[in-house]
């Protein structure tokens, strides 16, 4: 069987498909990131409703460590949908993409929301806490309605 001469075209052409594999492989990326970031998110919302509507002992240290981790999440919403993450496992709409300025205006009430909870958590005031904690996940609740997938 005779050889084969490799050309700089089959080369090119190699190149190309590890540089897509590695871009696909890097959207993943960027997709897992935020599927973790939005799981974080949500278990903090979930712990944190918890020691605020009494399901168990109320302890200012933990109410503020949740309410932080949450606060500072929220923060991150904005940057977790880089243009080209919108394909691959993800359960982000195309209208992120196609309306970004809705997007991001979702995207920074929630932000908003964060830093107000923060803010309430230190002033020791239940009532304004769980207050500051719906209208962040009235927020978040807004934003998934128009840019998940109900299957995500």
């Excluded at 001469?5 to 990326?29: E, F, H, P």
């Excluded at 935020?34 to 020691?51: E, F, I, P, Q």
């Excluded at 240290?61 to 691959?88: I, K």
């Excluded at 982000?92 to 958590?121: C, K, S, T």
């Amino acid at each position: 069987m005779p050889a084969q001469r490799i050309t700089g075209g089959m080369v090119a052409a190699a190149g190309a498909i590890a540089l897509a594999a590695s871009a696909m492989a890097d959207v993943q990326s960027v997709i897992d990131y935020r599927k973790d970031v939005m799981l974080s998110m949500a278990a903090h919302l979930s712990a944190l409703t918890g020691l605020l509507a009494g399901e168990m002992d109320f302890d200012q240290g933990h109410v503020e460590a949740q309410a932080t981790s949450l606060g500072v999440n929220a923060q991150l919403v904005s940057a977790l949908f880089p243009p080209g993450s919108d394909s691959g496992e993800t359960a982000a709409l195309p209208a992120i993409w196609q309306r970004p300025e809705q997007f991001l205006a979702r995207a920074e009430a929630a932000e908003r929301e964060g830093r107000n909870l923060v803010a309430a958590v230190e002033t020791g005031d239940r009532e304004f806490m769980v207050q500051s904690l719906k209208r962040l996940a009235d927020a978040c609740r807004s934003c998934h309605r128009a840019f998940r997938s109900e299957d995500g």
